[in-house]
C-alpha cells in the first residue's frame, strides 16, 4: 500500500464534530445503529468534552480531513503512605476509517497516547479491546496481564 501523510496531534473543542463524526460512523457502520440524531449527538459530544477535561482526545489528520481518533481518560487514584499523587490512564475509543486501517494510522495514534502518558508520568494505562483488535494492540507493546481483572454490568 502506498504511504500516506499522517499528523497527529492533541484534539480541541473545534473538533468536536469530527470526532463525533467518527462515533457515528462506528455505530452505524460497526454496530448497525439506525437512529438519525446525528446532529443532537454532536452538540451532546461537544458539551462531554468541555465538561469533561480528564478525557484527552487525539486526531490522526490526513489531507486535511480527520481520519481517527484516540482518546485517554486520566484517573486519579487514592494516594498511598509514600506517593500523594497517583494518576492511571485508561485508552478508550480508538477508531480508524477502515479505508485507512493497517496503513499505520492506529499505530500513530497509540503512540502520542502512550506519549502523553509517559509526559503525564502515568502509573498504568488500561485498554478494553475488541477481540479483532487486540493483536493491534500488542504490536503496540500491550501486554496481557493476569492481575488485571474486570467486571461487567448485567454478567
Not at 21 to 48: K, S
Not at 100 to 121: F, I, K, N, Q, T
Request: zero cysteines.
Amino acid at each position: 500500500m502506498a504511504e500516506i501523510d499522517v499528523t497527529v496531534r492533541r484534539a480541541s473543542d473545534a473538533d468536536a464534530p469530527a470526532l463525533a463524526g467518527l462515533r457515528w460512523r462506528r455505530a452505524t457502520q460497526d454496530h448497525g445503529y439506525a437512529g438519525d440524531n446525528l446532529d443532537e449527538f454532536v452538540a451532546t459530544l461537544a458539551d462531554w468534552m468541555r465538561d469533561h477535561p480528564q478525557h484527552l482526545a487525539f486526531v490522526a489528520e490526513a489531507a486535511g480531513e480527520v481520519v481517527g481518533m484516540a482518546w485517554l481518560a486520566v484517573l486519579d487514584r487514592v494516594p498511598t503512605a509514600d506517593r500523594y499523587t497517583r494518576r492511571g490512564g485508561d485508552v478508550q475509543s480508538v477508531f480508524v476509517v477502515p479505508e485507512l486501517r493497517d496503513r499505520r494510522v492506529g499505530a500513530l495514534l497509540m503512540s502520542a497516547v502512550l506519549d502523553e502518558a509517559r509526559h503525564l508520568r502515568l502509573e498504568h494505562v488500561t485498554v478494553h479491546s475488541s477481540p479483532r483488535a487486540v493483536p493491534f494492540y500488542e504490536r503496540n507493546g500491550w501486554e496481557h496481564d493476569p492481575e488485571w481483572l474486570s467486571w461487567a454490568a448485567g454478567a
